[in-house]
Structure formats: C-alpha cells, structure tokens
C-alpha cells in the first residue's frame, strides 16, 4: 500500500489472514465499518483466487499443521468472539486483531509457536513500499467479549 500522505514515509499497512486452499486462498479479515459513526469491525471471510494479494508490501507464511482447515480456524475465530472487534478511535487495530487471532492459533497448536512469536516482533513495525521498516506503536482495539 501506499504512503499514508504525499510523500509521506509511513505506508498504510492493513494486515490480514491468508488461509492457502487448493485453487487460492480464504481471506480472513477484519476492516473498518463502512459506517462512519462506528467502531465496530467488520469480520469478513472471503475466497480468493490468488494465494499472494498483489497489494501486500511483506508477506510472512506461517504453515498450519496437519489437519487443520478453513472450518477449524473460522470456528475458533467465532468460539472466541475474535469476530467481534472494536477498531479504536482513528479506525487503527488490525495488527492488535492480527496478533490476538494467531496468538491464540499457536495456543491452540494450529501454528508453531515459534513462527508465531517471529510474526509478532514483525507486527511491531510500519513497511513502507520502499526503505526500511519503521518501528510504530501498535493501536489496540477492544474485543466486545472476548473468551481469550
């Protein structure tokens, strides 16, 4: 994505969950409501055609374990209310969802933990298109009722 003003250095990085499928990918996804008044994110699960969104500016792969499916993972999401999110006052919170999500995918062994604990220390930073990543303090949203 690009930077957030002309010229600016800061890219708008919105992260998202990539679930690989044979044929592309299942997007999971929590964006801003399209009501201007609210806070309340939007869960969205969507098929892909592709297994790479042409728009990412970094890409990290976190391989499932055996047997774990688009199902397990939704299912997971949703028994742990993560779809029901509050961005916070700016709309900023998705790397806060972002890491709640596959935090608790790690506790729950459908990811190593390892993996999981690289992508959060990447989580912490803003990629710009081009230079270097930039340190950015992570905005937090709230969860409505979380069982995390």
Request: charged letters at 30%.
């Amino acid at each position: 994505m690009g930077p957030l003003i002309p010229g600016g250095i800061l890219s708008l990085n919105h992260w998202s969950i990539f679930l690989l499928v044979p044929g592309g990918s299942v997007q999971l996804n929590m964006k801003n409501s399209p009501d201007p008044h609210s806070n309340r994110g939007v869960f969205e699960i969507r098929d892909r055609a592709y297994d790479k969104p042409h728009s990412a500016v970094r890409m990290f792969d976190l391989p499932a374990k055996p047997g774990v499916t688009v199902d397990s993972v939704e299912r997971e999401i949703r028994d742990r209310k993560w779809d029901q999110y509050d961005m916070n006052e700016s709309g900023a919170g998705c790397r806060w969802w972002i890491r709640t999500v596959m935090r608790g995918l790690a506790e729950k062994n459908y990811v190593e933990k390892d993996k999981v604990r690289a992508l959060l220390k990447a989580l912490r930073y803003n990629y710009p298109k081009k230079g270097k990543p930039i340190l950015l303090e992570m905005k937090k949203g709230v969860f409505c009722s979380a069982k995390t």
